[in-house]
């Protein structure tokens, strides 16, 4: 048996949704699967007693879900003042029109054709809408446009795909890249180090009460993976296929094709850098 509390990050258990801290809420979207693992989390974010609310990530266009979001945020005497977006995954972003729609809010990210409104979102934004204070984090390297959230006074981060709460994410080439997201860990990490944030909200998957364990793991699984790649290409395997079916032996073939894309991106670091 292995513990929750032994895994890396320390992952909280018990069902994905409800509170997770005293400011954000989490609604589960249904669509699970291999890539989305328990399905999406939606994060309503608001001071305790404030009346608005700001939602990160609507999810899929699904109608029953969006609806669920405005209901979770109205049982908390709660209205939808604005939509942020982490990155524009479909399996984050697809619902934001029409949940703008159902809210009559502005929808703020950072890539401008997924905003709908006049702001956008940069680095060092602070947002204030729900009476809480959100601090935008560039994070790119798993997509080019990849944010999180600092909420300083729960001590949290809400990261998106960026890092998950089981397993770790996919750096996919061509959007995906792998330096950026090296430097993008080493960013998180400093505010554990330095900001005092200790847990993690993620984008899927439960949430991790071990910040600074969860991307430590992340930064030396990475340098393994990279280590791995950078062997088998010594060996003689040369295609991205050929990688994957050497290095990624022991993950379900159903993933092998975002391996690929994966092993990619970090043949493009390993070029940048010299090293093959």
Known sequence: MTFAGSLPGQP???????????????VLAPNPSAMTLDGTNTWIVAEPDSDLAVVIDPGPLDEGHLTAVMTEAEKAGKRVALTLLTHGHPDHAEGAARFAELTRTPVRALDPAMR?????????????????EIRVVPTPGHTSDSLSFHIPADAAVLTGDTVLGRGTTVVAHPDGRLGEYLDTLRRLRSLTVDDGVHTVLPGHGPVLNDAR?????????????????????EA?????????????????????????LSVRAQLDYLREHGLI
């Open 12 to 26: 909280r258990g018990g069902a994905i949704g409800g509170a997770a801290t005293a400011r954000a809420v989490c």
């Open 116 to 132: 709908l409104g006049d702001e956008g979102l940069e680095a060092g934004d602070v947002i204030t809408d729900g009476g809480t």
């Open 213 to 233: 364990g969860a991307i430590e793991y992340y930064l030396a699984h990475r340098a393994n993976r990279l280590a791995q790649v950078e062997t088998a290409v």
């Open 236 to 260: 003689g395997h040369r295609t991205a296929p050929d990688i994957v079916a050497h290095v990624y032996a022991d993950v379900d073939r159903s993933l092998w094709p975002a391996a690929e």
